[in-house]
């Protein structure tokens, strides 16, 4: 049997379109699958509550009301779901905030495919481990 990788669901959230859609491109071609992208925090909360993704590539700076880190707060109130932070630039202040919500990752744009993929896989390797049957709490 085995767990096959298209079942896992990423969540996009990237306030520009163009960026957002490269990423999709690029995860659908490794074989992930991209229920949703949200160029808000507003919006990436909701869409998580849609389609429950597997993982959160989240960028930091978003438009609007709520930067990423704010929206990982309110995601993670409700749900435990593994984020990776994507940046333009390493800024220490946002750096530091977004430390607190514990992500898995933290990927400075532009970024190699490679570093994405391998960023993911990890996440979602160390979220098992660290899941140790909670999982099963959960249940939905």
């Given at each position: 049997m085995g767990?096959?990788?298209?079942?896992?669901?990423?969540?996009?959230?990237?306030?520009?379109?163009?960026?957002?859609l490269?990423?999709?491109?690029?995860?659908?071609?490794l074989g992930y699958a991209?229920?949703?992208?949200?160029?808000?925090?507003?919006?990436?909360?909701?869409m998580?509550?849609i389609?429950?993704?597997d993982?959160?590539?989240?960028?930091?700076?978003?438009?609007?009301?709520m930067?990423?880190v704010?929206?990982v707060?309110e995601?993670?109130?409700?749900?435990?779901?593994?984020?990776?932070?994507l940046?333009?630039?390493?800024?220490?202040?946002?750096?530091?905030?977004?430390?607190?919500t514990?992500p898995?990752?933290?990927?400075v744009?532009?970024?190699?495919?490679?570093?994405?993929?391998?960023?993911?896989?990890?996440?979602?390797?160390?979220h098992?481990?660290?899941?140790g049957?909670?999982?099963?709490?959960?249940?939905s």
């Open positions: 767990e096959h990788m298209e079942e896992t669901k990423i969540l996009v959230v990237e306030d520009e379109n163009i960026i957002a490269n990423i999709k491109k690029k995860l659908k071609s991209v229920p949703a992208i949200a160029s808000t925090g507003e919006e990436a909360i909701k998580t509550e389609t429950f993704p993982l959160i590539l989240m960028d930091v700076m978003l438009k609007g009301e930067d990423g704010q929206a707060e995601i993670h109130k409700k749900y435990d779901i593994p984020v990776i932070y940046t333009a630039f390493s800024d220490d202040e946002v750096l530091e905030r977004a430390k607190v514990k898995y990752g933290y990927i744009k532009p970024f190699k495919i490679n570093d994405l993929h391998s960023n993911i896989e990890i996440a979602l390797y160390r098992k481990m660290d899941d049957g909670r999982k099963e709490l959960t249940g």
